[in-house]
């Protein structure tokens, strides 16, 4: 059953429970907007870690083009956050292939579309593609569009390294061991609009330190992340985004408003023809992490990039 959703009218939430896990009950949050004219084509929203779906103006952008948008937030994070639970833990990302299972049947069986495009940030870009691998063949998605999917982690080569010699130990600490890392504000600051930004969010769902980083969880995404590296086979086409231009920031910079501050658009551009055989990449200059929260002009051309790829591999359906 839906009900109206924070993003106010227009937006309809629908919460999917979700089998208990080992914390307890689970749901996951799915936000729908619909286009104004009936349509067959939808977009879902895979958000990234420390976020959630708010990006009203990217479901404006679809909506426009005659899709009907879909944000799904994944189990413990924004709306699906309950509270005995831990934000954003899972012990691996196909704890969150349910919920996208469950996202699919909706707007696929109960809504009626039958071209679907899934669209995943970063964390979201990940999960995205190792689940559109395992369900390749079944015709469930008909393209990927994946903004600075998290492709490798960010760091040195021996920081990188000795994260892997460590899986096993990762894997079997507690479930809320985290490892210090930090505190990097840069990308958060640089975003809302109470810093350096034009952007307004929940700071509760998005603060603008991040989330902790769990050592179960950094394991489990170094699984993914290999699992990638190996060679997925995503038999539909996907469009890989990234920044022209990353830095590693720790505190606020004015660079930081025109690089990614999160990841290296360097691996993701080096790792992205391993998702499929039909990957197209696209560098955009001045763009931030999420690439739809960067300045206008590359938010625009990120925009651009996304219609001309959809119109090219979806466009009759489009002119149907």
Not at 53 to 66: C, N, S, Y
Not at 154 to 160: D, H, Q
């Amino acid at each position: 059953m839906s009900m109206p959703d924070v993003l106010g009218p227009g937006y309809e939430l629908t919460v999917l429970p979700m089998a208990d896990d080992y914390e307890g009950p689970v749901v996951a949050s799915l936000v729908r907007r619909r286009a104004p004219e009936p349509t067959g084509r939808a977009v879902l929203y895979l958000h990234g870690f420390t976020d959630y779906f708010f990006q009203t103006h990217l479901a404006d952008h679809f909506v426009a083009q005659g899709f009907d948008f879909y944000g799904l937030d994944l189990r413990k994070y924004g709306r699906s956050l309950l509270p005995h639970q831990t934000r954003a833990f899972v012990r691996s990302v196909t704890e969150h292939f349910p919920e996208i299972d469950e996202a699919i049947r909706i707007i696929r069986d109960q809504d009626g579309h039958d071209e679907v495009t899934l669209n995943g940030h970063s964390t979201g870009g990940l999960v995205a593609a190792l689940w559109a691998d395992r369900v390749r063949g079944r015709g469930l998605v008909q393209s990927l569009v994946l903004n600075s999917p998290f492709l490798d982690l960010n760091v040195p080569a021996p920081l990188r390294l000795a994260a892997d010699l460590l899986k096993g130990a990762f894997s079997r600490m507690p479930p809320r061991a985290v490892i210090p890392t930090g505190k990097a504000n840069a990308y958060g600051v640089s975003l809302h609009r109470d810093h350096h930004g034009e952007w307004d969010f929940d700071l509760a769902w998005k603060p603008i330190g991040g989330f902790p980083v769990h050592a179960v969880w950094l394991a489990a995404m170094r699984r993914a992340h290999r699992r990638l590296h190996a060679g997925l086979k995503v038999d539909v086409p996907v469009l890989v985004l990234c920044a022209e231009k990353g830095l590693r920031l720790r505190d606020f910079a004015p660079e930081a408003q025109e690089a990614d501050v999160v990841l290296d658009p360097e691996q993701i551009a080096h790792w992205a023809t391993r998702i499929g055989s039909h990957v197209t990449c696209v560098r955009v200059p001045g763009g931030m992490h999420d690439l739809v929260l960067s300045s206008r002009p590359a938010r625009e051309r990120t925009f651009e990039e996304m219609d001309r790829w959809l119109e090219c591999y979806q466009g009759k359906a489009k002119r149907l």
